[in-house]
């Protein structure tokens, strides 16, 4: 597919569509997003990417309203907690999310993190299927348009299968040069699933920014390294989510629309690792 801008649409399983790329608020402090949000709509991004546990969810609801953008123009995500999964908890949290955001539905809807065997042993397949279960019924109910999860590897969407009624629609995973998953995105993408790459630039504090090999592959192309890593998530089919408070930068990471990366050069940046990022492995995390 031929990608103009940040807002070529990509169509999910169910029909929905979701604009290319979206703008990320991870870490984006309460009194900071909802003039970072608004910034961000003037400039043009119509994804926005939010989640409870990020403790911004009422200023990027304000930023919205502040933008005076038609609500149905924009995609708007975000996630259950971890606290919150389970069958009630998790119609609870949607609703808290969308009182929260000043909202009255939901584009998109994700478990945060899977439930794993490291915290909640065999419970942990019943745990995530029932926090489905709810999901399923608020999407038929059409207080989200698409429901999907995060951080979810192939095995754990395996086994949410055996039970799901509908299949997630996305799953959103780290994806940045040094922590490619490439084997995880294929298989996702063979799944049926489109996929969102968390932390694209490495995440705050990381050192792919300042890498020898991606900097050189930016000089190449007249771009940052911050738009080769865009480029470089885009020309896999994935979705990057970039995070920046600075117009200056939200807008270098609207504009990687006009090169090409050459197959040598996906394969160079493919085989990068230890850039740092979070690189947190979800079967292994106690939160
Ligand atoms: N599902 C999950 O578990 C999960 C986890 C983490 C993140 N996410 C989502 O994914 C989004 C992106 O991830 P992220 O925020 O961790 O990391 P990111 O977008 O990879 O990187 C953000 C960092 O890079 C800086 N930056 C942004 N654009 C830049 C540019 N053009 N040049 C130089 N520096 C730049 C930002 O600083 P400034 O803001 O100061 O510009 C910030 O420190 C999040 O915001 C969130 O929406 C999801």
Same mark, same amino acid.
């Given at each position: @597919?031929?990608?103009?801008?940040?807002?070529?649409?990509?169509?999910?399983?169910?029909?929905?569509?979701? #604009?290319?790329?979206?703008?990320?608020?991870?870490?984006?402090?309460?009194?900071?997003?909802?003039?970072?949000? +608004?910034?961000?709509?003037?400039?043009?991004?119509?994804?926005?990417?939010?989640?409870?546990?990020?403790?911004?969810?009422?200023?990027?609801?304000?930023?919205? /309203?502040?933008?005076?953008?038609?609500?149905?123009?924009?995609?708007? &995500?975000?996630?259950?907690?971890? &606290?919150?999964?389970?069958?009630?908890?998790?119609?609870?949290?949607?609703?808290?999310?969308?009182?929260?955001?000043?909202?009255?539905? !939901?584009?998109?809807?994700?478990?945060?993190?899977?439930?794993?065997?490291?915290?909640?042993?065999?419970?942990? /397949?019943?745990?995530?299927?029932?926090?489905?279960? +709810? @999901?399923?019924?608020?999407?038929?109910?059409? /207080? =989200?348009?698409?429901?999907?999860?995060?951080?979810?590897?192939?095995?754990?969407?395996?086994?949410?299968?055996?039970? +799901?009624?509908?299949?997630? @629609?996305?799953?959103?995973?780290? %994806?940045?040069?040094?922590? #490619?998953?490439?084997?995880? %995105?294929?298989?996702?993408?063979?799944?049926?699933?489109?996929?969102?790459?968390?932390? #694209?630039?490495?995440?705050?504090?990381?050192?792919?920014? &300042?890498?020898?090999? !991606?900097?050189? =592959?930016?000089?190449?192309?007249?771009? &940052?390294?911050?738009?080769?890593?865009?480029?470089? $998530?885009?020309?896999?089919? %994935?979705? #990057?989510?970039? /995070?920046?408070?600075? $117009?200056?930068?939200?807008?270098?990471?609207?504009?990687?629309?006009?090169?090409? !990366?050459?197959?040598?050069? @996906?394969?160079? =940046?493919?085989?990068?690792?230890?850039?740092?990022?979070?690189?947190?492995?979800?079967?292994?995390?106690?939160?």
């Amino acid at each position: @597919m031929e990608f103009k801008n940040i807002n070529t649409m990509r169509q999910l399983n169910n029909g929905v569509k979701i #604009p290319c790329v979206g703008y990320g608020t991870f870490r984006t402090p309460e009194e900071v997003a909802e003039q970072a949000v +608004a910034d961000a709509i003037e400039l043009g991004y119509r994804h926005i990417d939010t989640a409870a546990v990020y403790g911004n969810e009422t200023a990027v609801g304000k930023g919205i /309203k502040d933008s005076g953008i038609n609500r149905k123009e924009l995609f708007v &995500t975000s996630k259950l907690w971890n &606290t919150e999964r389970g069958y009630e908890s998790t119609k609870q949290a949607l609703q808290d999310s969308l009182d929260r955001l000043g909202l009255d539905y !939901l584009d998109l809807y994700l478990i945060h993190w899977p439930a794993n065997e490291k915290q909640f042993g065999d419970d942990a /397949k019943r745990l995530n299927a029932e926090t489905w279960r +709810a @999901m399923e019924e608020l999407y038929h109910e059409g /207080k =989200i348009r698409a429901i999907g999860l995060s951080n979810f590897l192939p095995h754990h969407v395996a086994d949410l299968m055996e039970t +799901a009624e509908i299949k997630p @629609m996305v799953d959103q995973i780290e %994806v940045h040069p040094g922590w #490619p998953h490439t084997e995880e %995105v294929k298989k996702l993408q063979s799944m049926d699933l489109l996929v969102e790459a968390w932390a #694209p630039l490495g995440g705050q504090g990381s050192s792919v920014l &300042t890498n020898p090999t !991606l900097k050189e =592959i930016a000089e190449d192309h007249g771009k &940052t390294v911050a738009q080769v890593c865009l480029r470089w $998530v885009l020309q896999q089919g %994935v979705l #990057p989510l970039p /995070k920046s408070v600075h $117009v200056k930068r939200m807008q270098q990471n609207m504009d990687f629309f006009d090169f090409e !990366l050459s197959n040598d050069e @996906m394969k160079q =940046i493919s085989a990068l690792r230890d850039l740092g990022g979070q690189c947190a492995n979800p079967d292994d995390v106690d939160f």
